[in-house]
Each structure stands twice: as C-alpha cells, then as structure tokens.
C-alpha cells in the first residue's frame, strides 16, 4: 500500500471484500460470508462503499441547498467524500466542527425536501438519519472552507484595473460601462477557489489516503 498525494490517484489498494466461516453462505464448492466493501480509508478512518453510493446519490439528488444535481462516477463521489473527510478531520483537529443549530435546521431541510422530491430510485434508500448527518456535514465543510481559507483572501485594486480592461478589450465598450463590483467579486470567487485547491493539495499531501478498487454499478 502507498500513500496517495495529490489527485487522489490509486497508487495502492485495499482488499474490497473479506471472508469467513462463519455464519457462511455456499458458492460453489466453499463457504464464505461476504463482508462490507472498503473503498478508502483516509488517515486511518475507513470509507465504505456504501458510503460512497450513498455520496453518488445525495449530490445526483442536489441534497445540499444551493448544490445542483450532478451525476458523478463512483470514483468521482468517492473523491468528494474523501475531500469532505480531509475537512472534517481539520475541524476536529482544531476543535471546531460546530455550525448554528437555525442553519443547521434548514439545511437539514432543504436536504430532506430535496430528496423526497429526488425521482432517482436510490433516494428511496437514503433514511432520514443519513439525509441528516449529509446536510451536517455540508455544512461543515462550507463553512470551514468560507470561514477558514475563502476569508483571508483580498484582490488589488490594479487586478481590478486590469481585468477592467480585458473585458472592455475584449467586448469593445468602455471601461466605465463594466461593472467594477461585477469583476470585483468574480476574482475574489476565482482567488478564494484558487486558495480552497491548494488547501486540499496540501491536506491531501500530509494526509494517508488509499483508495481499493471500484466497479461501476
């Protein structure tokens, strides 16, 4: 087994399904009880493949409020449950991990209408625990991302300048007729999503992350 670094590529794997005796149901010749299949463990914390089916419906279900739908591979959902993980371990580390219980009351519903709604079948296997504990974490995660790496980023006022002109440039009216506050908060958005990337470069370097082998269903 290696450690996985950035990109979360599979440079080493884990054994997706274990066997015993005991309690065995026959296939052919031998007898064996099939067990939970392991589809990652980050820094010692095992993620299971349920959890990962799980992850692929809640974001194909646009559970969290303010997430859109999106349908993503199981190695796909894998790695946004492992880069949740990366972040809530942070917030235990630093003792934080708690959100306002209001906010947290409406993301629980907003999450929980979003999936009665959900057409998908698998929604159906999702309980309201689970559907909870998603939206909690979301949360979390949004938060720590907001509070702890999105609020400590500034764009100059000659960034502003330049970017002005670009788009004047490039759209041919003036640079009075571009909306300062419009390209204001567009770089703050693209310097706040540059500074999340290279947090989870440097989370996912220190981290141990091994990834078992995944089959598409």
């Not at 999106?70 to 991990?97: C, F, H, N």
């Not at 929980?112 to 504990?133: F, N």
């Not at 310097?191 to 996912?204: G, K, L, M, P």
């Amino acid at each position: 087994m290696k450690r996985i670094r950035s990109g979360f590529l599979v440079w080493g794997m884990l054994s997706a399904i274990l066997f015993s005796p005991a309690n065995a149901q026959e296939k052919g010749t031998g007898k064996y009880r099939l067990y939970e299949a392991t589809a990652a463990t980050v820094n010692g914390e095992v993620l299971f493949l349920s959890d990962v089916v799980r992850e692929s419906c809640l974001r194909a279900c646009g559970a969290f409020p303010g997430d859109e739908p999106v349908v993503l591979s199981l190695p796909e959902a894998r790695d946004r449950l492992i880069a949740d993980t990366l972040v809530r371990q942070e917030e235990e580390k630093l003792a934080m991990g708690t959100v306002d219980n209001t906010a947290l009351q409406k993301a629980v519903a907003g999450a929980s209408a979003a999936m009665k709604s959900c057409l998908l079948p698998c929604a159906k296997e999702v309980s309201d625990e689970q559907v909870r504990d998603y939206a909690a974490r979301r949360l979390l995660v949004r938060e720590f991302l907001r509070d702890r790496i999105s609020t400590f980023v500034d764009v100059k006022e000659e960034d502003v300048e330049r970017e002005i002109a670009r788009r004047a440039a490039r759209s041919g009216v003036r640079p009075e007729d571009v909306s300062r506050e419009a390209v204001r908060k567009a770089l703050l958005e693209e310097s706040a999503a540059r500074e999340i990337r290279n947090w989870f470069e440097r989370a996912t370097s220190k981290s141990s992350i091994v990834l078992s082998p995944l089959e598409e269903r």
